[in-house]
């Protein structure tokens, strides 16, 4: 049996944890979000690259390949097969800027 005074001791202390438990989940949250602009980059070099070997337009298809939020942030060098896209990390913390924060994947394919 629990003593008098310690009666809703247990609801003070998840109170006191919440602020941690956000936190934490924003850093998931974050974690999540680098990965998927990682793979999404990389998935718009190699498709980008694919292009040029076909004679296509390799920066269009790159950016095309990114989703509409991404395409804004995104920038695509084209060096003959050789496609390199940057795109910019969106922060779920609004006061950090995200232009130093970037993603850079390069993809050369063989054309044929």
Known sequence: MRARGQ???ASVEIVGMLP?????GLLVWQILLVTFVATSAEN????????EGLGRDGRAAAVSSLTSWLQD?????VDGERVSVTVGLPLIVP????????VTRRAELPSG
């Open 73 to 77: 942030e995104t920038t695509v060098q």
């Open 20 to 24: 941690w438990l956000f936190m934490a």
């Open 95 to 102: 006061w950090v800027t995200s232009d130093n924060f970037t």
């Open 44 to 51: 718009a070099a190699r498709n980008g690259s694919r292009a």
């Open 7 to 9: 009666l809703g001791s």
